[in-house]
């Protein structure tokens, strides 16, 4: 049995509290998310993002990211997921998300393990279940020093702390060119704004259909 997981993530790595977020400041939370596919249902969450950019009417040289979306372009997105989520129940759709400013200081000095840590937890249960993981990061989102080392820090929990074959393969790809990365890139927003800015209408209609994890919120 084989998974495909594309990750994205919104927020940053930043420690600087000192300034309002977008404005100087690092933003308070970091979400990672996982959009959680059968190979052979891959093009579900594809075809969602093309006819986002049918719909609204994108520039299909550009990548659209939530960021860049306005409030209906966001609520359909929302919609459009919890469709295929209610339709396709080996269709998962995860995040985690940690709240910054209750990180230790110590681990502040190392934020790729911080990182490790957090795909860890949210997704080797999961992947514990398959035979075989195909994880696909947007590589701008592993940084340097965590690229091998998260495969690496997967793969043996799998093989000798959770005593599974799970064979996992990490295939990074270009979120301009990958649909699916952008794809995962919305849950990621919207739930970064529902703990960043307040937002709840999107939040409201996603967010039954994501399981979540939250790291440090207390």
């Known amino acids: 049995m084989a998974l495909i997981i594309y990750l994205d993530e919104s927020g940053d790595l930043g420690w600087n509290f000192g300034a309002p977020f977008r404005s100087g400041g690092s933003s308070r939370h970091l979400t990672i998310s ?3 596919v059968p190979p052979e249902k ?3 969450p594809k075809r969602v993002i093309k006819d986002l950019y049918d719909k609204f009417g994108w520039n299909t040289g550009e990548e659209k990211k939530w960021s860049q979306m306005g409030t209906s372009e966001r609520l359909e997105f929302a919609k459009l997921a919890k469709k295929i989520a209610d339709k396709h129940a080996d269709i998962h759709l995860r995040t985690i998300t940690v709240k910054k400013q209750n990180v230790m200081q110590h681990i ?3 934020s790729n393990k911080l990182y490790n840590y957090m795909i860890g937890l949210f997704l080797l249960e999961l992947m514990a279940e398959h035979d075989q ?3 696909v990061p947007d590589p701008r989102s592993l ?3 965590s690229g091998n080392s998260l495969h690496d820090y997967l793969q043996v ?3 000798f702390d959770r005593n599974v074959k799970t064979k996992l393969f990490t295939l990074p790809q270009d979120s301009k060119h990958c649909r699916a990365i952008q794809f995962a890139d919305m849950p990621a927003g919207l739930v970064l704004s529902h703990y960043e800015d307040g937002e709840a209408t999107n939040y409201a209609v996603l967010s039954p259909r994501i399981r979540q994890k939250c790291l440090y919120f207390h």
């Open 34 to 36: 996982a959009l959680c």
């Open 42 to 44: 891959k093009h579900i």
């Open 108 to 110: 502040r000095a190392d």
């Open 133 to 135: 993981v195909t994880m």
């Open 143 to 145: 940084k340097v020093q």
């Open 157 to 159: 929990d799998l093989w």
